[in-house]
Structures are given as structure tokens and as C-alpha cells.
């Protein structure tokens, strides 16, 4: 019976997360309904805590509250220590759940849920962003409650956005699996990999679409679902034909070809005159030249105390999730946030079958979004620690339908 209670309890949260307009209509505190979700989780499944990725995350959590009690103003005021908490440990527990209880209906209805409110939310922007191309740039709920712009709440999340980098890799490796087997599938989730990818596109969020962009074209060429040593080879390889193709010329080639799909307002389009004069001059300013300025900020101050962190935290520049860490508490108390991270890829990839590599591969797309951006709450860590592996569950399972229809009708 819990279970059956979890799933529909979950479905809620992932309605809360995924569909803004509900918050109109239901004014509860963002900070809430995580606390709600995260503890009715643990009061149905306390076992749950003693993974290994929870523990090094509660780790992680005390640090960060011992830091906010010293006064360090990179964890101040509280919600700087407990909201970060309550993102990640609501998509971990998630994950934990669906492999340590291994119910296909749970997956099910996680992944129909999800995409089923990701479309209709991509739906209903695009007319928005026709008349104002930046909007979902600015899109979250906090700020439709800030900045009291209600259409906020009619646009696909910002975060969400970029959340989406992590997907597209295990999507287009189910397009491939099921091609010419499932024309069904094929075609369902075929409509619904281009639909995300336009809004991505549309959103303007330029790392997301290089990211998102990187991800697809390696869930298009990599076959193989297991690390043999010559599959590790071939990576290998093609990291370095990557390497000396993509050289200064090449990009902007490339450059030039993707601006006109732009428009000339777009925020897109302004980064990308910025890229080229770059890669022209060898000089950068705007949004580009402010972007290496604050990374430049954050990693002085790593290096100014790279063990224990930096004693001017109000000068960390919040544009590199993993960065600004790094230079808030040095490689030491770095070390749990480190280990929750790799606690739950190890987890999930051993668990995994046939989607292992993918997974990987989006990991890495995720790893780099977080090198590269802050992070943006859920938006970020509901798709890279739970939507993720379980679509890779998902996935698996249609696999798995798919090879016993094919054994029956050989045997037959």
C-alpha cells in the first residue's frame, strides 16, 4: 500500500516541479514542498538514508551548516545551506527508491508524468517566445513571485532548461534501439526528443544548446553499451579526431552557419557575434568577456587556499557550480559533495545493463553544465540525479519487451 502511496505522492512533487502554473493556484513555499517531499520519503522508506550517496551528502550538509554558523557568506543566510540539501536528497531518494525497489509501474508513471508536463509546458511557451524571444531566460517561479510577472508561470523553467542537457543522449539511443523495431516508439518519442530540443533551442540558453547539442551527436555515434577495453579505444580516438578537426576555423565555419537561425535579438545570437570576434581578435567583452572574468574570480580564490578554502567568500563569483564550491571550501571539505556525486553514478551504473555508456556520457554532459553554470535547484538535480537514471530503467525495460518479442517470433 506505501508504495502505491509513494508513486502518487511523487507524481504530485513532479507536478510541483515541472509545471509552474500549479504554483498560482496552490501558493505553497517552493522550500516546502521539497521539505514535504523529502520527509514523508524517509518516513516510508528510512532505509533509504543508508545510502552511500545520502550519507555523503548529509556530510556534505553539516560542513556547509557549520560554515553558515561561522558566518561565511557563501553559505548565508540558512537557505543557502538547507534548500541545496533538500534538491539534491528529493532526486536522490527518488532514484534510490526505484532501484532498490525495482516496480516498473513506478517507472512508468515517473517518465510519462515528466515528459507528458514537459511537453505541454514546451507547448504552451512557444507562443510566448514568439513575441518575446528572451523570456524564458528569466523564467522561474521565485522570480514570477519577486518580480511579480505573472506570465512566468506560463513559460517552461530556466532551470528546467537546463536540466534537460542531461536526457537527450538516453533518448536518442532509444530512438536508435527502437528504429525499424517500434515504429511506435519511434515515432512518440522521436516527436518528443525534437520538441525538447526546439526549446532548447528557443530558450536561449546558449550552454545548454551547445551541451544538449554534444549530447545528441554522441547518443547518435556510440553503439557500443559496454566500457570494453576497445570501446574505451574508439572513444578515445574519436575525443582526438574532435580535437584536431574542431580547430579555431572549423568553429567559427560553424559559427557562421547556426547565426542566421537566430534571431537578431536573441541573446543567442548576440553570444555568438561575441564567440567569433573572439576567436578573430583574441579578445572577449560582453556577456563572454563577464562570464571568464567571474571564472577567472572564483578559481584565484581557490588557489589563494586550495585545502581549506578561501577567507573572502563574498567575492566567489556564483557562476561555476563546481568552481565556487571548490573555492568556498577547498579540496578537503570539497571531498563529501565529491563523493555523493560519484556514491550515485557508481550506483546507478552498476545497475544498469544496456544503458551503462549512455548514462556516462550524460553524466559527463551534466558534470560539464555544472563546471560551466551555476546550478539552478531542481531544475538541475531532478533531471541529472533521478529523471535520468530512471529513463534509463525505462529504456531498459522497452529493450527488454523488445528482445522477447523477437524471441518469440523466432522461435514461433
Request: some cysteine; charged content about 10%.
Amino acid at each position: 500500500m506505501k508504495h502505491i502511496l509513494y508513486k502518487y505522492i511523487t507524481v504530485a512533487f513532479l507536478i510541483f516541479q515541472l509545471f509552474p502554473p500549479i504554483w498560482l493556484y496552490i501558493p505553497i513555499n517552493e522550500s516546502s514542498v521539497l521539505a514535504i517531499f523529502v520527509v514523508i520519503t524517509i518516513v516510508l522508506f528510512p532505509d533509504l538514508l543508508g545510502s552511500k550517496s545520502m550519507i555523503f551528502l548529509l556530510m556534505y550538509t553539516l560542513i556547509t551548516f557549520i560554515k553558515f554558523l561561522n558566518g561565511n557568506a557563501f553559505f548565508t543566510p540558512i537557505n543557502n545551506v538547507v534548500v541545496p540539501f533538500l534538491n539534491v536528497s528529493s532526486a536522490l531518494l527518488m532514484t534510490i527508491y526505484a532501484f532498490k525497489y525495482p516496480n516498473i509501474s513506478y517507472i512508468k508513471t515517473i517518465i510519462i508524468t515528466t515528459f507528458v508536463l514537459l511537453t505541454i509546458m514546451t507547448i504552451i511557451s512557444i507562443p510566448q517566445l514568439i513575441v518575446y524571444p528572451n523570456i524564458i531566460r528569466g523564467a522561474s517561479v521565485s522570480a514570477a513571485r519577486f518580480d511579480n510577472v505573472i506570465v512566468y508561470y506560463w513559460v517552461i523553467g530556466y532551470g528546467t532548461i537546463h536540466g534537460l542537457v542531461a536526457i537527450f543522449a538516453p533518448l536518442v539511443f532509444l530512438l536508435k534501439k527502437t528504429f525499424r523495431k517500434n515504429k511506435w516508439t519511434f515515432l512518440l518519442w522521436g516527436i518528443e526528443t525534437v520538441l525538447l530540443f526546439y526549446i532548447v533551442f528557443a530558450a536561449n540558453a546558449t550552454m545548454a544548446l551547445l551541451i544538449s547539442t554534444l549530447a545528441i551527436i554522441a547518443g547518435l555515434i556510440i553503439n557500443f553499451t559496454n566500457f570494453t577495453l576497445n570501446n574505451v579505444t574508439k572513444l578515445v580516438l574519436f575525443g582526438v579526431i574532435c580535437i584536431l578537426l574542431f580547430n579555431k576555423t572549423t568553429i567559427y565555419s560553424l559559427l557562421d552557419i547556426m547565426q542566421p537561425h537566430f534571431s537578431e535579438s536573441s541573446s543567442n545570437y548576440v553570444k555568438i557575434t561575441e564567440m567569433k570576434d573572439y576567436l578573430t581578435y583574441g579578445y572577449t567583452y560582453g556577456d563572454l568577456g563577464a562570464r571568464e572574468s567571474l571564472y577567472k574570480r572564483s578559481s584565484s580564490l581557490f588557489w589563494e587556499s586550495p585545502f581549506l578554502g578561501t577567507t573572502k567568500p563574498e567575492q566567489i563569483s556564483l557562476h561555476s557550480y563546481i568552481l565556487d564550491r571548490l573555492a568556498a571550501l577547498g579540496i578537503i571539505l570539497f571531498i563529501p559533495l565529491f563523493l555523493t556525486f560519484v556514491s550515485h553514478i557508481k550506483f546507478v551504473y552498476k545497475n544498469l545493463n544496456q544503458t551503462k555508456v549512455i548514462y556516462v556520457i550524460s553524466c559527463c554532459c551534466y558534470l560539464l553544465m555544472l563546471f560551466l553554470k551555476n546550478d539552478f535547484g531542481t531544475g538541475t538535480f531532478l533531471f541529472a540525479f533521478s529523471i535520468l537514471p530512471i529513463l534509463c530503467l525505462y529504456i531498459e525495460n522497452i529493450l527488454f519487451k523488445q528482445h522477447q518479442k523477437n524471441d518469440i517470433s523466432r522461435n514461433g
